[in-house]
């Protein structure tokens, strides 16, 4: 048991949870912004961003993967506001014009390329392959002290752990001023805040986050943990900084619920094979939502 | 005019709050047109004008929230980046969501936002400033309230309260008796004027033409270009109005 | 060869598809000008994505009976039975809690396509191979269209624009203005909830030619693009079928001529190109035009 614990659930467990935490923080300004749905377009973007940095570098490789997907995010968020500003369109749909196309052309480019030979293709970006991060060095729990065993952690493990404690920082660094103009951007910039900068660091924030958990965990639950964590924590209290800290345990708990239901679950109903944890980790923070909707404190304004 | 060849080089320089050239366009179209403008100090102004005139534009272009196509303004003779510790802005109530998770004491301690910078710690001591300030608008019974429970008019007070927590020798309110209640414009009036008493100086953007000369000392008269501006008997007169809002509005006595 | 596409001309098939996604284009893009003006575009992303379960189950309970699991009307009844569950859901969550529609939006179309990826998991365990016809719901696949496929694609498309010729005053009415429309006597919350079901109705339609990633696309495209040229609502509306049929039937075409050349993406690509052209060169509201304003406007500003 605590072989097959340490060495096959163990790192997909902590990749999820930390890629759940690290999404849903920078989420919970986006859902007070209103741009809830600027993590919906960044996560169809990242695929034409892999699939640019893969035809330029001819490798499968995660850092070219992550520059591409973050040069992808920065674009699409530039035209957006470009669209938005210029073409004076209405967001919402400034925001569907641009991803979808980009998402199109992301998908024409892999069609077109000769990808066969390798293991890149749209199911990969959208359910990522969070069962697969195994460590198949560790013997038990004493692995876990073991120098010899930790260096041969899935990757995926430590940039996670990086990117949440990375935005984690920035976050309370910039609490102040990132709640300020949030709330009242007019005041904000009365008091010569960069208001535009600090929006756009949020979003920058939120791509880095997105881009760090895509190659392990797939745009779903990129998606669904922007959203559906910081949400529920909405209709738990009316104070900022007590909704972040039940962003975070919604988030976690999505994480661990959903990679035991997708791993055991058949199991228990007598299927023989797992489901995508991806797609089970989403479901339930859509449960969680469901029954904060229902019976949470401060569900109603 | 009269008021201007009167006004000595020293008041100018003096004065908390000068405005020379200002224009501002949203997309093409001029909706501040080349204003100048000058407060005197401890003065309380009322900017009116009709609806689109640009009232709240001028405050926020002054104030370098939206950007000037042509123009600046200048505070105590100085630019906006190093007199910002001295001014305080209470912006459109309509325009923040009063659902945000925070109370009515986080919104005014948002006030101290230039004393506490990124780190320093909430001590007890700005605590009780910002109770001070709540006191002051006869809010503190509501400070641990979420700021979506309040009324239209509570919420205005908070406003003011947090203008009042940053300290500042000049206050710029936009339409501050906008969708309040007798009671709260009554407050709020007694509030600017006992800051005028300290000596402070207060523009307001103002919409009731009935209240001008009772809450006002001075006038700024604008729709789009500069109408009149100087203290209320010489500036806000029958003449004044007909040139800024066409002859649609008459003064009663 | 691109002529020949063009004019249907490449064969049976081909022109099947073709006919087909014109057919779509139009009614995607008269239901996207609505859509438009009420500036809820976005909502459409939810209700594609929330047709992902359905369109498992219904597989699931084709197979289930002893079917082959792919007969197209009832995977697209599936499809709009769950988003329809996905829509109700988006309004209860905005009428019943705090939250805005943005995030209800957000939640549905991450939760619904979530669990529908958690469906599809259990397809591909349980019928390998079976399923690879699924997938090209995903994106779109016009490969192995039927004759069939492309008729009841065909009688969708038609049965919405009947649908909106019907609505067309209190649609025009609502679009233009929500209060005078309601002073009137038009119930605009029955109104929008029709709206929304075209909407579905489109999406469930376009499933098999552009996929349920990509046909938001065709619904906020080709409208937003005839917005640049027009401020009267009736053209709005009509460019914006316009828009969207040639969008569909470009794409088509130029899909066939290439087996690398994946329709949805194509016919998408196609529409950003109309909306691109249209964003910088329509007279008004494009953005020469605006530049050429303001540049007018400073020169004046600088003469004073």
């Not at chain 1, 923080?25 to 912004?33: C, D, E, K």
């Given at each position: 048991?605590?072989?097959?614990?340490?060495?096959?659930?163990?790192?997909?467990?902590?990749?999820g949870?930390?890629?759940?935490?690290?999404?849903?923080?920078?989420?919970?300004?986006?859902?007070?912004?209103?741009?809830?749905l600027?993590?919906?377009?960044?996560?169809?973007v990242?695929?034409?961003?892999?699939?640019?940095?893969?035809?330029?570098?001819?490798?499968?490789?995660?850092?070219?993967?992550?520059?591409?997907?973050?040069?992808?995010?920065?674009?699409?968020?530039?035209?957006?506001?470009?669209?938005?500003r210029?073409?004076?369109?209405?967001?919402?749909?400034?925001?569907?014009?641009v991803?979808?196309?980009?998402?199109?052309?992301?998908?024409?480019?892999l069609?077109?390329?000769?990808?066969?030979?390798?293991?890149?293709?749209?199911?990969?970006?959208?359910?990522?392959?969070?069962?697969?991060?195994?460590?198949?060095?560790?013997?038990?729990?004493?692995?876990?002290?073991?120098?010899?065993?930790?260096?041969?952690?899935?990757?995926?493990?430590?940039?996670?752990?990086?990117?949440?404690?990375?935005?984690?920082?920035?976050?309370?660094?910039?609490?102040?001023?990132?709640?300020?103009?949030?709330?009242?951007?007019?005041?904000?910039?009365?008091?010569?805040?960069?208001?535009?900068?600090?929006?756009?660091?949020?979003?920058?924030?939120?791509?880095?986050?997105?881009?760090?958990?895509?190659?392990?965990?797939?745009?779903?639950?990129?998606?669904?943990m922007?959203?559906?964590?910081?949400?529920?924590?909405?209709?738990?209290?009316?104070?900022?900084?007590?909704?972040?800290?039940?962003?975070?345990?919604?988030?976690?708990?999505?994480?661990?619920?959903?990679?035991?239901?997708?791993?055991?679950?058949?199991?228990?109903?007598?299927?023989?094979?797992?489901?995508?944890?991806?797609?089970?980790?989403?479901?339930?923070?859509?449960?969680?939502?469901?029954?904060?909707?229902?019976?949470?404190?401060?569900?109603?304004? | 005019?009269?008021?201007?060849?009167?006004?000595?080089?020293?008041?100018?320089?003096g004065?908390?709050?000068?405005?020379?050239?200002?224009?501002?366009?949203?997309?093409?179209?001029?909706?501040?047109?080349?204003?100048?403008?000058?407060?005197?100090?401890?003065?309380?102004?009322?900017?009116?004008?009709?609806?689109?005139?640009?009232?709240?534009?001028?405050?926020?272009?002054?104030?370098?929230?939206?950007?000037p196509?042509?123009?600046a303004?200048r505070?105590?003779?100085?630019?906006?980046?190093?007199?910002?510790?001295?001014?305080?802005?209470?912006?459109?109530?309509?325009?923040?969501d009063?659902?945000?998770?925070?109370?009515?004491?986080d919104?005014?301690?948002?006030?101290?936002?230039?004393?506490?910078?990124?780190?320093r710690?909430?001590?007890?001591?700005?605590?009780?400033?910002?109770?001070?300030?709540?006191?002051?608008?006869?809010?503190?019974?509501?400070?641990?309230?979420?700021?979506?429970?309040?009324?239209?008019?509570?919420?205005q007070?908070?406003?003011?309260?947090?203008?009042?927590?940053?300290?500042?020798?000049?206050?710029?309110?936009?339409?501050p008796?906008?969708?309040?209640?007798?009671?709260?414009?009554?407050?709020?009036?007694?509030v600017?004027?006992?800051?005028?008493?300290?000596?402070?100086?207060?523009?307001?953007?103002?919409?009731?033409?009935?209240?001008?000369?009772?809450?006002?000392?001075?006038?700024?008269?604008?729709?789009?270009?500069?109408?009149?501006?100087?203290?209320?008997?010489?500036?806000?007169?029958?003449?004044t109005?007909?040139?800024?809002?066409?002859?649609?509005?008459?003064?009663?006595? | 060869?691109?002529?020949?596409?063009?004019?249907?001309?490449l064969?049976?098939?081909?022109?099947?598809?073709?006919?087909?996604?014109?057919?779509?284009?139009?009614a995607?893009?008269?239901?996207?000008?609505?859509?438009?003006?009420?500036?809820?575009?976005?909502?459409?992303?939810?209700?594609?994505?929330?047709?992902?379960?359905?369109?498992?189950?219904?597989?699931?309970?084709?197979?289930?009976?002893?079917?082959?699991?792919?007969?197209?009307?009832?995977?697209?009844?599936?499809?709009a039975?769950?988003?329809?569950?996905?829509?109700?859901?988006?309004?209860?969550l905005?009428?019943?809690?705090?939250l805005?529609?943005d995030?209800?939006?957000?939640?549905?179309?991450?939760?619904?396509f979530?669990?529908?990826?958690?469906?599809?998991?259990?397809?591909?365990?349980?019928?390998?191979?079976?399923?690879?016809?699924l997938?090209?719901?995903?994106?779109?696949?016009?490969?192995?269209?039927?004759?069939?496929?492309?008729?009841?694609?065909?009688?969708?498309?038609?049965?919405?624009?009947?649908?909106?010729?019907?609505?067309?005053?209190?649609?025009?009415?609502?679009?233009?203005?929500?209060?005078?429309?309601?002073?009137?006597?038009?119930?605009?919350?029955?109104?929008?909830?029709?709206?929304?079901?075209?909407?579905?109705?489109?999406?469930?339609?376009?499933?098999?030619?552009?996929?349920?990633?990509?046909?938001?696309?065709?619904?906020?495209?080709?409208?937003?693009?005839?917005?640049?040229?027009?401020?009267?609502?009736?053209?709005?509306?009509?460019?914006?079928g316009?828009?969207?049929?040639?969008?569909?039937?470009?794409?088509?075409?130029?899909?066939?001529?290439?087996?690398?050349?994946?329709?949805?993406?194509?016919?998408?690509?196609?529409?950003?190109?109309?909306?691109?052209?249209?964003?910088?060169?329509?007279?008004?509201?494009?953005?020469?035009?605006?530049?050429?304003?303001?540049?007018?406007?400073?020169?004046?500003?600088?003469?004073?």
């Open positions: 048991m605590g072989f097959e614990f340490v060495a096959l659930s163990l790192p997909p467990l902590v990749i949870v930390f890629a759940a935490m690290a999404c849903a923080l920078p989420g919970n300004f986006l859902l007070l912004r209103r741009q809830a600027i993590g919906d377009a960044i996560s169809h990242v695929l034409p961003g892999i699939v640019v940095a893969f035809l330029v570098t001819g490798v499968i490789a995660a850092i070219p993967m992550m520059i591409g997907a973050a040069g992808a995010a920065l674009i699409s968020v530039l035209l957006i506001e470009a669209v938005r210029y073409g004076k369109v209405e967001p919402g749909a400034a925001m569907g014009v991803f979808t196309a980009m998402f199109a052309a992301g998908v024409l480019l069609e077109q390329s000769d990808t066969s030979s390798v293991h890149l293709d749209v199911e990969h970006a959208l359910y990522g392959n969070l069962e697969s991060l195994i460590w198949l060095d560790a013997v038990g729990w004493a692995s876990l002290v073991d120098w010899q065993a930790l260096v041969l952690l899935p990757p995926e493990l430590l940039r996670m752990v990086i990117t949440f404690a990375g935005i984690a920082v920035l976050t309370l660094l910039f609490w102040r001023p990132m709640a300020l103009s949030t709330f009242d951007e007019g005041f904000a910039r009365s008091l010569g805040l960069p208001t535009g900068m600090i929006g756009l660091g949020i979003v920058a924030m939120a791509a880095l986050a997105a881009v760090a958990a895509f190659d392990a965990v797939g745009s779903i639950i990129v998606i669904a922007f959203i559906c964590p910081p949400a529920t924590a909405r209709l738990m209290t009316n104070r900022l900084g007590h909704q972040v800290v039940w962003s975070l345990f919604f988030a976690a708990l999505s994480a661990v619920l959903g990679y035991v239901l997708a791993g055991y679950g058949p199991l228990w109903l007598g299927a023989s094979d797992s489901v995508s944890a991806a797609g089970m980790i989403a479901t339930v923070s859509g449960l969680l939502l469901g029954g904060a909707a229902l019976f949470a404190p401060h569900r109603q304004s | 005019m009269a008021y201007e060849a009167s006004m000595t080089e020293a008041t100018l320089a004065s908390p709050f000068v405005v020379r050239g200002l224009t501002v366009a949203y997309d093409a179209e001029a909706v501040v047109q080349d204003v100048d403008m000058t407060v005197s100090a401890g003065s309380m102004t009322a900017i009116i004008g009709p609806n689109g005139a640009g009232k709240s534009t001028l405050l926020k272009a002054a104030l370098g929230i939206v950007r196509l042509a123009g303004a505070f105590w003779d100085a630019p906006l980046a190093q007199s910002r510790r001295r001014i305080a802005y209470v912006p459109q109530r309509a325009s923040v009063w659902d945000f998770p925070t109370r009515v004491i919104v005014v301690l948002m006030g101290l936002y230039q004393e506490l910078g990124l780190f710690r909430l001590s007890a001591r700005h605590k009780q400033a910002a109770m001070a300030c709540l006191e002051r608008v006869g809010m503190q019974d509501f400070a641990e309230r979420q700021i979506g429970q309040l009324s239209g008019g509570q919420q007070r908070v406003f003011l309260a947090r203008a009042l927590a940053q300290g500042a020798d000049l206050y710029l309110l936009d339409e008796f906008a969708g309040v209640d007798a009671a709260t414009e009554a407050a709020i009036i007694a600017l004027k006992s800051l005028r008493d300290e000596g402070r100086t207060v523009v307001a953007v103002h919409h009731d033409l009935s209240t001008v000369a009772q809450y006002f000392d001075h006038v700024f008269v604008i729709n789009r270009h500069r109408v009149a501006e100087g203290p209320v008997v010489e500036a806000f007169t029958q003449t109005l007909d040139a800024a809002y066409g002859g649609r509005v008459r003064l009663s006595d | 060869m691109l002529f020949d596409a063009l004019t249907l001309q064969g049976y098939n081909a022109a099947l598809v073709a006919l087909g996604a014109s057919a779509l284009g139009l995607a893009g008269v239901v996207g000008a609505f859509l438009y003006f009420r500036k809820r575009s976005l909502v459409s992303d939810a209700v594609s994505h929330a047709t992902l379960p359905g369109l498992a189950l219904a597989f699931l309970a084709m197979v289930a009976l002893g079917g082959d699991g792919r007969t197209l009307p009832v995977l697209m009844l599936g499809s039975l769950s988003a329809w569950i996905g829509l109700l859901v988006v309004s209860w905005t009428r019943r809690t705090r805005r529609e995030a209800a939006i957000g939640a549905v179309l991450s939760v619904f979530g669990f529908g990826i958690v469906l599809m998991t259990v397809i591909q365990s349980m019928q390998s191979g079976r399923q690879a016809g997938d090209g719901f995903l994106l779109g696949s016009t490969a192995g269209m039927l004759r069939n496929d492309a008729i009841v694609i065909a009688i969708g498309g038609v049965l919405v624009l009947a649908v909106v010729w019907l609505l067309r005053r209190p649609l025009l009415l609502t679009a233009f203005d929500e209060g005078f429309a309601e002073v009137q006597g038009i119930n605009t919350h029955r109104l929008d909830l029709a709206l929304m079901t075209l909407v579905l109705a489109v999406t469930v339609v376009g499933l098999k030619i552009v996929g349920l990633i990509l046909i938001v696309a065709l619904l906020i495209i080709p409208a937003a693009a005839a917005r640049f040229w027009s401020d009267n609502a009736v053209r709005v509306v009509l460019l914006s316009v828009f969207g049929a040639v969008s569909g039937h470009v794409g088509a075409a130029l899909s066939a001529t290439a087996p690398s050349l994946p329709t949805g993406p194509i016919i998408v690509l196609v529409a950003t190109a109309l909306f691109t052209v249209s964003m910088f060169f329509a007279p008004g509201r494009g953005v020469i035009a605006g530049m050429i304003r303001h540049a007018r406007m400073r020169g004046r500003v600088d003469g004073i």
